[in-house]
């Protein structure tokens, strides 16, 4: 391949680096039994999709052109959140996605009969109340006045039937040390409750895949959350599918 006979413009991908990647990431699925979706928000070059889904167990959405993108181009799991459904989108997204997550009881009140009809698995987004980030409040879900996901102090217990997961999205560009302080958080609010649900996600921001991650304390949280409470565990990186 002659770079000056590309046409332009265009992307270029190395092929053997996202391997290189694809093949960290399997080897934490392999060694735990989780599951890794990618999130499509942080790298949707479609045309690399067949290699990914050799090594990934599905893709995340955040609206319906990314649902409909994961499940015609990939064809594996394909999960949603979404801080707001469109009443004319939802019943679209509920054919094309298996794993449908609410921002807050509302949401589920009010969409959650159409997805248990069509038998498809809810989850909630929970919001632990603990930052890891440092001067990065803009892109911290857990900062002050958050609206990404349900506080304790907003838990609705009695309205859970039907619920099988939860999901916490705090982190971004992180190691797996904010991960182990989240999962504290996590357990110390929620925990009463995991021992009812199916799975828990942990949303994305985890840099699995740059040099001097902690991969041996990632497989830790993962295998404490799948032995204590009996959990599928899911990841949803974006960057680290693609970095480098």
């Known amino acids: 391949m002659r770079m000056n006979e590309l046409p332009t413009p265009c ?17 934490v699925i392999e060694r735990t ?20 889904g050799k090594y990934l167990s599905g893709t995340a959405s955040s609206g ?3 649902a409909r993108l994961g499940h015609e181009e ?26 449908i997550i609410f921002n807050s009881f ?30 990065q409040e803009i892109y911290d ?3 002050s006045g958050s609206r990404f996901g349900v506080t304790l102090d907003q838990f609705l217990p009695e309205q859970l039937e039907g619920v099988s997961g939860l999901h916490f999205h705090t982190l971004c560009e992180q190691g ?12 110390e609010k929620f925990g009463r409750w995991l021992h ?11 840099h699995i895949t740059k040099e001097g991650y902690d991969l041996a304390l990632l497989e830790e949280c993962i295998n404490r959350m799948q032995e204590k409470y009996g959990l599928q565990v899911y990841l949803e990186p974006g960057e680290a599918i693609a970095l480098n």
């Open 11 to 27: 992307f270029v991908v190395d092929e053997g680096l996202l391997e290189r990647n694809l093949l960290i990431l399997n080897g």
């Open 33 to 52: 039994g989780c599951k890794i979706i990618l999130a499509q928000k942080a790298f949707s070059m479609h045309s690399m999709y067949p290699l990914i």
């Open 64 to 66: 319906l052109y990314e």
């Open 74 to 99: 990939m064809g594996k799991e394909n999960h949603i959140f979404s801080p707001a459904y469109r009443d004319e989108e939802i019943e679209e997204i509920v054919t094309l996605c298996d794993h």
């Open 106 to 135: 509302q949401q589920l009140e009010r969409f959650g009969p159409l997805v248990r009809k069509a038998e498809r698995s809810i989850g909630l987004r929970i919001n632990p109340e603990c930052s890891t980030q440092e001067g």
């Open 141 to 143: 879900p857990c900062a």
């Open 176 to 187: 797996a040390d904010a991960l182990a302080v989240t999962l504290d958080a996590v357990e």
């Open 196 to 206: 009812g649900m199916e799975w828990i996600n942990f949303g994305g921001g985890h």
